[in-house]
């Protein structure tokens, strides 16, 4: 489609109008481009045209006739009007019934000939065949049939705009625009992959022809739904292509150190590094020494020790005169990052400090003139009034939660720093080749020997006393229990347990144990106190909200249990369960469900007692709710995937990424190829300026 057509508003295209644009604007449609993108979400196969001596009760059939009477019949027990169309085809009748319709008769005059299409019931009166609000096409009318004698297509509606009302208008534009889609992909990759060209692709996704796959349609998997997920997937990798392409042609940092900070660091740690970990510092180390800016992604499973690895390279940073900044994606988790650095960092003889949004000290200028080595804050850092002295390397954690423009912004707080982001989070291929497509990928493989497997046990409710004996036998071996829930506080609408009235049932039941209570309500200083009293050992039951999901290290801890467990994502739980297990002793997770589970809920139970790799459940996770849902909120600062589908589309995922990244290479801006360098730009529109912002 040219450019003009592209973004031509659905109101000038023959047949829609003012009135029929605002109908279609509630459901986006405001472009030709985004009724192109409308697809339907099922099709009905009307095409099999029978005569009405053939018909089967109870099936969706459509039938040829002549109509033979149109009459309007009132009820007027019902105060209803019954439009009531009889038609003929020489081997019997049919009676079609249309409620609260009367104005149809006009539309009805004896003799035309007429398609209905709808499910074949038996006439409670006569006995013979009836259909209620079928379908229907007057066949003599000049226009194309649309709604019957085809495979047609059905697509999602809005109040005030009807399944057929809806497919007249889709019909029009499409064959208005579909024409007119340009084609950019050479000829040697549509037919390497099978694809049809776009503009057939996308005329036939609305209305396929006579000799389509009905059940390939209603998969998702016909040439025509291949070819638009091939597009999306291309595009979007395209971009991606672009935004590595184009930092790897800027000038970076080339950190000069001898690694001296980065050793005594060693030597500070009461563990040694592990293989994988030694691997990932070294690629990392590697990167920094590049004069080309480094954007890589460090990806280990809970307790692997990413943030380890984020130190030595951040001493890297600074040993060759460069401040490094880590940026988490809440207080909790930056307040612990800062916890268990600052010490470190200290022994080292350097600054390290806390910035957040609720944090009363803002040490702005100590930043702003040097006098901070590093620093660890959440989105704050990103805010206009923060300005660093030499930024060299940002490090982001659990980058899922942050977006392709929150990176951008951080990375323009220093001159082309080098960025590390990190996700405790395991993702499968498929999901990371779209998420992190502009990043190069380190993953920690292994996990520190000190560290035992989490054994993992469903509990219901009325298994609660059993559940209690083990808490208590736990603690008195000296050990240590956070018991989490999903709410801080009861709720009138819903019933579910909460942290509050939870932390005083537990000091019922165990009154002689010190029981502590930590939520993201509580003032910083409060958390950071009730936090340092556990680590010391000064609380036993530790109850929470999923504050403690991420960065929380306390060996001694050695049970988890999750109240509502059937309540929580897969990821969250597996986040949780990572919080024990960090000690020499045998860890538990206990998972408390309560009610009636959903067959999705057990699924998810049932993979966290059978596994404990991260990798592992992240692909049960990825099958059981679909990359959709995956993160729990959509993915900031990425294009909406309208077509594709990362499990069902994964291998056209990596042909597509080839392809894309191929065309890069040869064309760095896409230059010499207008058609697509504008169809990268509008896709990725409203996220990311793809060709200027870096």
Same mark, same amino acid.
């Given at each position: 489609?040219?450019?003009?057509?592209?973004?031509?508003?659905?109101?000038?295209?023959?047949? +829609?109008?003012?009135?029929?644009?605002?109908?279609?604007?509630?459901?986006?449609?405001?472009?030709?481009?985004?009724?192109?993108?409308?697809?339907?979400?099922?099709?009905?196969?009307?095409?099999?045209?029978?005569?009405?001596?053939?018909?089967?009760?109870?099936?969706?059939?459509?039938?040829?006739?002549?109509?033979?009477?149109?009459?309007?019949?009132?009820?007027?027990?019902?105060?209803?009007? +019954?439009?009531?169309?009889?038609?003929?085809?020489?081997?019997?009748?049919?009676?079609?019934?249309?409620?609260?319709?009367?104005?149809?008769?006009?539309?009805? *005059?004896?003799?035309?000939?007429?398609?209905?299409?709808?499910?074949?019931?038996?006439?409670?009166?006569?006995?013979?065949?009836?259909?209620?609000?079928?379908?229907?096409?007057?066949?003599?009318?000049?226009?194309?049939?649309?709604?019957?004698?085809?495979?047609?297509?059905?697509?999602?509606?809005?109040?005030?705009?009807?399944?057929?009302?809806?497919?007249?208008?889709?019909?029009?534009?499409?064959?208005?625009?579909?024409?007119?889609?340009?084609?950019?992909?050479?000829?040697?990759?549509?037919?390497?992959?099978?694809?049809?060209?776009?503009?057939?692709?996308?005329?036939?996704?609305?209305?396929?022809?006579?000799?389509?796959?009905?059940?390939?349609?209603?998969?998702?998997?016909?040439?025509?739904?291949?070819? %638009?997920?091939?597009?999306?997937?291309?595009? %979007?990798?395209?971009?991606?292509?672009?935004?590595?392409?184009?930092?790897?042609?800027?000038?970076?940092?080339?950190?000069?150190?001898?690694?001296?900070?980065?050793?005594?660091?060693?030597?500070?740690?009461?563990?040694?590094?592990? !293989?994988?970990?030694?691997?990932?510092?070294?690629?990392?180390?590697?990167?920094?020494?590049?004069?080309?800016?480094?954007?890589?992604?460090?990806?280990?499973?809970?307790?692997?020790?990413?943030?380890?690895?984020?130190?030595?390279?951040?001493?890297?940073?600074?040993?060759?005169?460069?401040?490094?900044?880590?940026?988490?994606? *809440?207080?909790?988790?930056?307040?612990?990052?800062?916890?268990?650095?600052?010490?470190?960092?200290?022994?080292?003889?350097?600054?390290?400090?806390?910035?957040?949004?609720?944090?009363?000290?803002?040490?702005?200028?100590?930043?702003?003139?040097?006098?901070?080595?590093?620093?660890?804050?959440?989105?704050?850092?990103?805010?206009?009034?923060?300005?660093?002295?030499?930024?060299?390397?940002?490090?982001?954690?659990?980058?899922?939660?942050?977006?392709?423009?929150?990176?951008?912004?951080?990375?323009?707080?220093?001159?082309?720093?080098?960025? %590390?982001?990190?996700?405790?989070?395991?993702?499968?291929?498929?999901?990371?080749?779209?998420?992190?497509?502009?990043?190069?990928?380190?993953?920690?493989?292994?996990?520190?020997?000190?560290?035992?497997?989490?054994?993992?046990?469903?509990?219901?409710?009325?298994?609660?006393?059993?559940?209690?004996?083990?808490?208590?036998?736990? +603690?008195?071996?000296?050990?240590?229990?956070?018991?989490?829930?999903?709410?801080?506080?009861?709720?009138?609408?819903?019933?579910?347990?909460?942290?509050?009235?939870?932390?005083?049932?537990?000091?019922?039941?165990?009154?002689?144990?010190?029981?502590?209570?930590?939520?993201?309500?509580?003032?910083?200083?409060?958390?950071?106190?009730?936090?340092?009293?556990?680590?010391?050992?000064?609380?036993?039951? %530790?109850?929470?909200?999923?504050?403690?999901?991420?960065?929380?290290?306390?060996?001694?801890?050695?049970?988890?249990?999750?109240?509502?467990?059937?309540?929580?994502?897969?990821?969250?739980?597996?986040?949780?369960?990572?919080?024990? !297990?960090?000690?020499?002793?045998?860890?538990?997770?206990?998972?408390?469900?309560?009610?009636?589970?959903?067959?999705?809920?057990?699924?998810?139970?049932?993979?966290?007692?059978?596994?404990?790799?991260?990798?592992?459940?992240?692909?049960?996770?990825?099958?059981?709710?679909?990359?959709?849902?995956?993160?729990?909120?959509?993915?900031?600062?990425?294009?909406?995937?309208?077509?594709?589908?990362?499990?069902?589309?994964?291998?056209?995922?990596?042909?597509?990424?080839?392809?894309?990244?191929?065309?890069?290479?040869?064309?760095?801006?896409?230059?010499?190829?207008?058609?697509?360098?504008?169809?990268?730009?509008?896709?990725?529109?409203?996220?990311?300026?793809?060709?200027?912002?870096?």
């Amino acid at each position: 489609m040219n450019r003009e057509l592209h973004d031509h508003p659905v109101q000038y295209v023959k047949g +829609i109008g003012p009135g029929k644009a605002r109908l279609l604007a509630r459901l986006g449609i405001k472009t030709v481009a985004d009724a192109l993108w409308h697809i339907p979400y099922r099709y009905e196969d009307r095409r099999l045209n029978l005569t009405i001596a053939d018909l089967r009760y109870e099936a969706l059939q459509c039938v040829t006739g002549k109509v033979i009477s149109a009459e309007v019949v009132s009820t007027p027990r019902k105060r209803m009007k +019954i439009f009531e169309l009889v038609i003929g085809d020489g081997t019997g009748f049919l009676r079609g019934k249309w409620f609260n319709q009367p104005y149809m008769k006009k539309l009805f *005059t004896p003799g035309r000939m007429v398609v209905l299409s709808g499910v074949v019931r038996r006439d409670p009166f006569s006995g013979g065949f009836e259909m209620q609000n079928p379908e229907y096409e007057v066949l003599d009318d000049g226009r194309d049939n649309i709604h019957t004698s085809r495979i047609v297509p059905v697509y999602r509606t809005t109040a005030g705009l009807g399944a057929k009302a809806l497919r007249a208008m889709m019909y029009s534009i499409v064959c208005f625009a579909a024409p007119a889609v340009e084609e950019y992909l050479p000829e040697e990759v549509l037919g390497r992959y099978g694809l049809p060209r776009l503009g057939e692709a996308c005329a036939h996704v609305h209305f396929p022809p006579d000799g389509a796959d009905i059940d390939a349609l209603n998969r998702g998997v016909s040439p025509y739904h291949r070819r %638009l997920a091939f597009e999306e997937l291309f595009l %979007l990798q395209a971009g991606l292509a672009v935004l590595k392409k184009g930092r790897g042609m800027e000038r970076g940092i080339s950190f000069e150190s001898s690694g001296g900070l980065a050793r005594r660091l060693d030597g500070l740690l009461p563990f040694r590094l592990t !293989g994988a970990q030694q691997r990932v510092f070294s690629e990392i180390c590697g990167d920094m020494r590049s004069p080309r800016p480094m954007n890589r992604l460090l990806q280990g499973d809970v307790g692997s020790g990413k943030t380890i690895v984020a130190l030595k390279s951040m001493l890297v940073a600074v040993e060759a005169g460069y401040q490094a900044a880590l940026m988490a994606p *809440t207080e909790i988790l930056a307040e612990q990052h800062h916890m268990n650095i600052r010490p470190l960092a200290e022994g080292l003889g350097l600054r390290c400090v806390l910035l957040t949004g609720g944090r009363r000290e803002r040490p702005l200028d100590e930043i702003a003139s040097g006098g901070v080595h590093i620093v660890i804050g959440t989105h704050a850092l990103i805010q206009e009034d923060v300005r660093f002295h030499r930024l060299g390397l940002v490090v982001i954690d659990e980058q899922h939660r942050f977006g392709v423009m929150q990176r951008a912004m951080l990375r323009k707080k220093g001159l082309n720093p080098d960025v %590390l982001v990190m996700t405790a989070t395991p993702i499968p291929r498929t999901l990371s080749l779209t998420l992190y497509g502009d990043l190069d990928y380190s993953v920690i493989d292994e996990l520190p020997p000190r560290r035992r497997a989490v054994i993992t046990r469903l509990f219901r409710e009325q298994e609660k006393a059993r559940l209690y004996g083990f808490i208590r036998d736990e +603690i008195k071996k000296g050990r240590q229990a956070y018991i989490v829930y999903p709410l801080i506080e009861e709720s009138e609408k819903t019933p579910l347990r909460s942290a509050v009235p939870g932390k005083e049932a537990f000091e019922k039941v165990f009154p002689d144990l010190r029981t502590g209570l930590i939520h993201g309500r509580m003032k910083q200083d409060e958390r950071e106190a009730v936090m340092e009293s556990f680590k010391r050992g000064e609380i036993d039951i %530790l109850v929470s909200t999923t504050v403690v999901e991420v960065g929380v290290d306390v060996p001694n801890a050695s049970l988890m249990l999750v109240v509502h467990a059937e309540r929580f994502g897969l990821s969250q739980l597996h986040q949780l369960r990572g919080r024990v !297990g960090r000690g020499p002793h045998q860890s538990y997770c206990f998972l408390l469900a309560y009610g009636k589970l959903s067959d999705e809920a057990r699924r998810r139970l049932d993979v966290m007692v059978r596994h404990t790799d991260g990798f592992r459940i992240a692909e049960e996770d990825f099958m059981i709710r679909g990359p959709g849902e995956f993160f729990g909120t959509r993915q900031s600062g990425m294009p909406d995937l309208k077509v594709a589908n990362l499990i069902r589309d994964a291998r056209l995922l990596g042909a597509a990424r080839k392809e894309s990244f191929d065309a890069v290479e040869a064309d760095p801006d896409l230059s010499g190829r207008p058609v697509l360098r504008d169809r990268v730009e509008r896709f990725w529109r409203g996220k990311i300026e793809i060709f200027r912002t870096s």
